[in-house]
């Protein structure tokens, strides 16, 4: 059979085209190149959006301090007359086993940016009932009474002013932070006074 000059070089490239195309996988694999797989489509689940009633609210910070340690602390509205201001700190068993409480409570008055003050937490001299050990069941309470006077001694210092408290039971107890329903004017005389738990 007689091929033409056209039919020939078209058969070389022909022959030739495997026969490349079988020598580039292996000079890869060699030269550390894995072959380059065909693109992939890849989905994502899409979410849909159901019909649902109104977003619950968040979890307030009462809920996570009770689950961390079985007692709720909160403060009550307090009373002022001629300088002097009281307070009531109430704290709640709001778990499931009795709580034991016992002595003053542990206190660091906060400001309105939630930075200490140098406040010192000395002994009430209007509550002065000795310390005794109370047992609290789920759902009962104890009151610790605070008590200071809005007294300026100096002038030209600036008066503290406590807009939270960080508080614990007892001495090296777990703090909750206690939003206060008014602020507390302590004058300068760095001093908070603190009842036992009664």
């Known amino acids: 059979m007689i091929v033409g000059v056209f039919g020939l070089r078209r058969l070389i490239v022909l022959l030739a085209v495997p026969l490349v195309a079988s020598c580039s996988t292996p000079w890869q694999a060699s030269n550390g190149l894995a072959p380059t797989p065909a693109p992939s489509v890849t989905t994502s689940p899409v979410a849909v959006p159901t019909a649902s009633g109104p977003t619950a609210p968040p979890a307030v910070e009462a809920v996570s301090a009770c689950s961390l340690t079985g007692v709720l602390i909160t403060a009550e509205r307090g009373e002022a007359a001629m300088g002097y201001r009281e307070m009531a700190l109430t704290v709640r ?106």
């Open 93 to 198: 068993n709001c778990g499931t086993e009795p709580y034991e409480v016992k002595g003053r409570p542990d206190i660091v008055v906060l400001d309105e940016d939630g930075r200490p003050l140098k406040i010192s937490i000395v002994p009430s001299n209007y509550y002065t009932a000795p310390p005794k050990r109370l047992v609290l069941k789920p759902g009962t309470s104890a009151l610790t009474m605070l008590s200071w006077r809005n007294t300026v001694t100096n002038i030209s210092g600036a008066a503290d002013t406590g807009a939270s408290l960080a508080v614990a039971v007892s001495k090296g107890g777990t703090r909750q932070l206690v939003t206060l329903p008014s602020p507390l004017d302590l004058g300068n005389t760095g001093q908070l006074r603190a009842s036992v738990w009664f």
